[in-house]
């Protein structure tokens, strides 16, 4: 038996969605003015399902016991996916017991994650008017470039600028394994993160070798040094009673806590990136230089025609010349894809000198 049905008992309703990729951390809203109604035809939970196919299938990425419960109150229910894909497509269905039997709605309209993953950096809108005013992005025939092609653009360079300097600048979430140092450990637990700036620790625990002993720190404990990715773990009142702390104040049983290193024992979860909003500015400004040198190249053939330099027209004795900076080897605006590729090429030394300049720390 089909399990969907129409949202027609609800007059109006649908699970409107809208997302805001950002890395692996998918962030998304839904709204809906009329969830009252939705409530009383009988939905109670939401469904949230992601396509990683372009559409083809979509699978639930919500676990049942804890999809998201309607509030007739409140039309606006958030979720994240922390394992998301910011080229997949989202939906959303309701779920309910309707007649006797727990049926799903229709499905909302799907969105791409990444069409909106960079909008926290740099929107479409901001791209055309800071880097790309004064060119006339249409072709012959008037047909406007699509904004999705000016979104790949910009997610190229976001990434770009991630492998070129090594750090994550959209949020993204991390699990690593660190190995126990004796020296390290009575450092209260330092750990140097291998992705920064840190934007919060979701779990920090002890995997014993046997997989079967775990310790998880109280959030209380962490100290952060959020910059420079550095974890500590400092003990305060009121959450000893979680950890059983052993002789001398140890953490770990006397087996390995006299040994003086052991592989992978910590393991991390964590997201690093910039907040939205809070990517530095230098940065954000030569991320929209990269973006739009592919416009640059794209709109460059098309002012006279690939590799055309000049035009001339004649006819009863009257002539026009028009002449490019087009060639065979460059495009009509090769002068600003220069400039442009110059001053990022100056930049990124002091942007790798910045994020992973060497810091002494005297104990």
């Known amino acids: 038996m089909n399990n969907t049905i129409p949202i027609d008992p609800v007059e109006g309703a649908d699970p409107g969605i809208s997302a805001k990729a950002i890395g692996t951390i998918i962030h998304l809203v839904f709204n809906d003015d009329d969830i009252a109604s939705v409530?009383?035809?009988?939905?109670?939970?939401?469904?949230?399902?992601?396509?990683?196919?372009?559409?083809?299938?979509?699978?639930?990425?919500?676990?049942?016991?804890?999809?998201?419960?309607?509030?007739?109150?409140?039309?606006?229910?958030?979720?994240?996916?922390?394992?998301?894909?910011?080229?997949?497509?989202?939906?959303?269905?309701?779920?309910?017991?309707?007649?006797?039997?727990?049926?799903?709605?229709?499905?909302?309209?799907?969105?791409?994650?990444?069409?909106?993953a960079i909008q926290s950096v740099l929107t479409v809108a901001q791209l055309k008017e800071r880097y790309l005013f004064g060119v006339k992005l249409t072709d012959d025939f008037g047909r406007t470039i699509p904004d999705a092609v000016l979104e790949h653009y910009i997610l190229s360079a976001i990434r770009w600028f991630e492998h070129t300097i090594d750090i994550p600048i959209l949020p993204t979430a991390f699990v690593e394994r660190h190995d126990y140092y004796m020296n390290d450990y009575e450092a209260f637990v330092f750990i140097k993160l291998d992705n920064h700036p840190v934007l919060s620790i979701e779990e920090f625990r002890v995997q014993y070798p046997s997989g079967q002993n775990v310790i998880v720190f109280p959030k209380e404990w962490l100290r952060l040094n959020a910059f420079e990715g550095q974890l500590q773990v400092v003990p305060t009142a009121g959450t000893l009673s979680e950890i059983l702390i052993g002789q001398g104040g140890s953490f770990l049983p006397v087996i390995y806590s006299g040994m003086r290193n052991l592989p992978q024992l910590f393991e991390v979860s964590y997201t690093a990136g910039f907040a939205e909003g809070r990517v530095p500015r230098n940065l954000v400004d030569l991320i929209g230089m990269f973006a739009s040198l592919g416009p640059f190249n794209i709109f460059g053939d098309l002012i006279a025609g690939a590799g055309i330099a000049s035009i001339s027209l004649s006819m009863d004795g009257l002539s026009q010349s028009i002449g490019t900076t087009s060639s065979a080897t460059n495009a009509g605006y090769g002068a600003r894809v220069i400039q442009y590729l110059k001053q990022i090429k100056d930049q990124i030394p002091n942007l790798r000198r910045y994020y992973h300049g060497t810091r002494l720390v005297v104990a």
């Open 39 to 116: 409530v009383e035809a009988g939905y109670k939970r939401l469904v949230i399902e992601r396509s990683d196919n372009s559409g083809l299938t979509f699978e639930e990425i919500t676990v049942p016991s804890e999809r998201p419960v309607l509030d007739a109150a409140n039309g606006v229910i958030e979720f994240y996916d922390r394992r998301g894909n910011p080229d997949g497509l989202y939906r959303s269905r309701y779920i309910g017991n309707i007649g006797g039997e727990e049926l799903l709605s229709d499905p909302s309209e799907s969105i791409r994650g990444s069409g909106l």
